[in-house]
């Protein structure tokens, strides 16, 4: 029986311990609490930009450090003047911890170089501006290298020989710097150039109701060929001003091409920035009184700092607020100087204060709070000691908060020691004097890169990626690390080296320098797929005159779109111009894949009246003038064409002339249109013909006698014989045929008004005479006249 009792009695001591333990495990358990991190621009009046929680592991009540870079606003950096890195001490409470951050946003820096070409004599034959978005620590410097990155020799120029010559320029990250290249043409072959001449652009930003809100300028010294352009960026090569956007809802270019060398304007319709957080003042107001009652001095305490709901921010004295000059806390009193106000209230105080020189009751004077610091290593050997201290003042069992970054430092060179779970603020009571220990380590020493940054671009210089090479590999001096395509650097995805491109793929940079290198890509081909646009063209009566289609076979990313360009992607009808007075977008988007339309407004370009003009001399065969004449038109045709002046349709022989027998001439004169020509052409008076009397009747004569040379065949048959003739010596087209067959035709109408006796078809032949007369008159007018 006692046996059985010790068995139990042994049990249950043995219980009662596991449990004690157990409590204990328990006790010191850790779990995930969240961690309330509300950030603050401090270049926007410490506007709250984010909120966002961050689950971390730990035990309630003791301090650790969090690393809260995982949810940092893009486009931030933490600053250094409040918030001193990424990673900061945070004491976790199962009831919510919340914790300020102080960010800024990241400076964009631009490194560029103005490099000047001249010759020997001083004549500057170009300019160039270089510049590089690469950034690097403080101290540090861009290579420019000749040959790369857009640093080229005019073309046509080389490198003066016996001049001094800065192929490799360094200039700090950041800033700007110049240099002059002497350079001589190769070959003598180049003449000499005019200095580059600036591309400006004045922009004008408005609002929609037209209230200018600034101006700026934008220009280069870029040059391009003849009705090439220069394309200013938003963004890049002007700003909006600052505190606006882009207005919403309105159509409007900000990629504006102004012509190499030409100055323009442009005006951007924009709209002030809304803030989305309107931040609430948090406000305590202080009274300070005697202990009678007698009210000595007032003051406000207020911060914009945000929380969530349920939350307070805690008004400290010493640091929010201060205490009447001359007085101090008065003794004897237990009062709270720490005071807590829910996030955007209003609350007040009141604290009993007396003087410090009272006649009285004198008090002492504020005793000083101390902390003296020690940094050691973890190896336990002092590296630095510093000593914080305060005169500020609290209620009994309070204590002054020293905090690392703001009442004391580490020291030059070290940080803390990784590893290392460590508290940085440290609470000592008002009045007392404390010690603490930090465990540090040196700083690593600087580790110099040697840097090349690659730039992928199409061949029209679009940037489809960028991507950084970097090596802690060093050489000795004039040495340099080669950077390998495939190796240290690859091509972005979907993209391989464009073809029928001469380039380096293996880029040396010299041990420590910072370089860049753009490589020519293309992408890898896959199913094509055409962005097309439909265009008409139209009379502001809605007349369609006119319709084409614009289409490409380039790609980019999902909601991004391709722009059909009137004078490059599409043309405007032959004769027509854009409508005036007529608001119209020239630039046409078409998301990338789609098929759009889109309507133009046009009208007929004026026509210039421009006369065609040709003067004809008549003249002997001994160059006798007998006769000039002027003929012209009004008639148009294309460059190249011309108008022909016909010899009787356009113009006539002087009376009395014919063309000079024996002579090789041109009758159908072509003059371009537009032109004023001259022609001459050789005449000869008409040989008279004595008449010949009536035939009596009773007695006709054979019209077919050979020995009469006056019968109508005979003179039929000589005027054949001149018409051939001239006709084997002039141009022989269809139009002098018909001149001729209705010369032939003319000249047998005066035959046949000569009476004949006996003819008994007389009246037959005048009809049939001028019917053909008539046919070949409406057969010359109707035949068209426009040379080709």
């Known amino acids: 029986m006692k046996k059985s009792m010790r068995k139990i009695l042994v049990a249950c001591l043995t219980l009662a311990m596991l449990m004690v333990n157990s409590l204990n495990v328990f006790a010191a358990v850790s779990e995930d609490f969240n961690i309330k991190f509300i950030f603050h621009d401090t270049d926007n ?91 690097g620590a403080e101290g540090e410097a861009w290579t420019f290298m000749l040959g790369c990155d857009g640093y080229e020799l005019p073309e046509g120029y080389k490198l003066a020989e016996g001049e001094e010559k800065y192929t490799t320029v360094s200039v700090p990250f950041g800033a700007a710097s110049g240099v002059t290249l002497t350079v001589e043409p190769i070959n003598g072959t180049v003449d000499p150039v005019k200095p580059a001449k600036e591309t400006v652009l004045n922009i004008t930003f408005e609002t929609v109701d037209g209230t200018k809100v600034g101006e700026t300028t934008a220009k280069t010294t870029a040059t391009g060929g003849e009705g090439e352009a220069w394309t200013f960026m938003l963004g890049q090569d002007y700003q909006l001003p600052e505190g606006y956007k882009l207005a919403e809802g309105k159509d409007q270019t900000t990629n ?6 030409a100055v323009g304007g442009a005006t951007i319709i924009v709209e002030p ?64 100087t720490n005071v807590q106000v829910p996030f955007g209230a209003m609350g007040g105080h009141v604290l009993i204060v007396e003087p410090i ?65 460590q508290v940085t603020n440290i609470q000592v009571p008002f009045g007392a004097t404390a010690g603490h220990t930090m465990i540090v380590e040196a700083v690593p020493s600087e580790t110099v890169e040697t840097v090349l940054n690659v730039t992928f671009e199409t061949v029209d210089g679009e940037v489809v990626d960028t991507t950084t090479a970097k090596t ?78 614009a289409s490409t076979t380039a790609v980019g990313g999902e909601g991004e779109a391709w722009t059909f360009m009137l004078g490059t992607d599409f043309q405007l009808p032959e004769g027509y111009q854009l409508a005036t007075g007529v608001d119209q977008v020239t630039n046409i988007q078409i998301p990338f894949g789609a098929i759009g339309g889109h309507t133009m407004i046009v009208e007929p370009i004026p026509a210039e009246t421009v006369e065609t003009v040709l003067t004809i001399t008549f003249e002997t065969v001994d160059g006798e003038v007998v006769d000039t004449k002027t003929v012209s038109t009004t008639a148009v045709g294309g460059e190249g064409e011309a108008w022909t002046f016909m010899l009787g349709t356009d113009f ?15 009758t159908n004169i072509q003059v371009p249109f537009g032109a004023t020509g001259g022609h001459t052409m050789i005449v000869e008076k ?16 054979e019209p077919t006698d050979p020995t009469d040379p006056t019968t109508p065949d005979d003179t039929k048959k000589d005027d054949n014989k001149a018409d051939d003739k001239n006709n084997s010596k002039v141009d022989n087209t269809k139009a002098d045929k018909t001149a001729n067959k209705a010369k032939k035709a003319e000249k047998k109408a005066e035959n046949a008004e000569t009476p004949q006796t006996g003819d008994s078809a007389h009246v037959v032949m005048n009809i049939l005479v001028m019917a053909i007369c008539a046919a070949a008159i409406v057969t010359v007018i109707c035949r068209k006249r426009h040379v080709r």
């Open 686 to 701: 008409i040989q008279s013909v004595d008449p010949v009397d009536p035939v009596d009747p009773v007695d006709p004569v």
């Open 472 to 549: 802690t590999a060093t050489g000795g001096e004039g040495e340099a690390w080669t950077f390998m395509l495939g190796t240290d650097f690859q091509l972005p995805e979907g993209y391989q080296l464009a073809e029928g491109v001469d380039q380096v793929t293996n880029i040396q940079v010299p041990f420590g320098a910072t370089a860049g290198h753009t490589m020519i890509v293309e992408a890898v081909p896959s199913e094509t797929v055409e962005t097309v646009l439909n265009v008409t063209f139209e009379t502001i009566y809605g007349e369609k005159v006119g319709e084409t289609t």
């Open 273 to 336: 920035i809304k803030s989305d957080v309107t931040a609430k003042e948090t406000v305590l107001n202080i009274t300070f009184e005697t202990v009678d009652g007698e009210v000595v001095g007032e003051t406000t305490a207020k911060t914009t700092a945000t929380g969530a709901e349920g939350e307070a921010w805690t008004f400290m004295l010493g640091t929010d607020y201060q205490l009447p000059e001359g007085y101090q806390l008065a003794t004897g009193v237990d009062q709270v």
């Open 357 to 421: 020189n009272g006649t009285v009751d004198p008090v002492e004077p504020a005793k000083e709070t101390v902390l003296n610091v020690t940094f050691e290593t973890v190896d336990g050997e002092v590296v630095g000691t510093t000593t914080a201290s305060t005169t500020a003042v609290g209620g009994e069992d309070e204590a002054w908060t020293f905090m690392l970054g703001e009442d004391f430092q580490l020291p030059e060179g070290y940080q803390l020691a990784e590893g290392v779970d």
């Open 45 to 135: 009046n410490d506007q709250v930009i984010k909120e966002e929680y961050l689950t971390v592991n730990g035990t309630e009540g003791v301090a650790q450090d969090v690393d809260f870079s995982s949810i940092m606003p893009e486009g931030y950096e933490v600053d250094s003047r409040f918030t001193e890195s990424t990673t900061v001490s945070v004491t976790p409470y199962l009831d919510g911890t919340s914790r300020e951050v102080y960010v800024k946003k990241v400076q964009q820096t631009v490194t560029t170089l103005y490099v000047t070409y001249q010759l020997a004599d001083g004549n500057v034959v170009d300019t160039q501006t270089v510049t590089t978005g690469a950034t």
């Open 256 to 261: 504006i091409q102004i012509p190499f060398g």
């Open 652 to 666: 006539q022989l002087p009376e009395g002339y014919q063309l000079a027998e024996g002579v090789d001439q041109v």
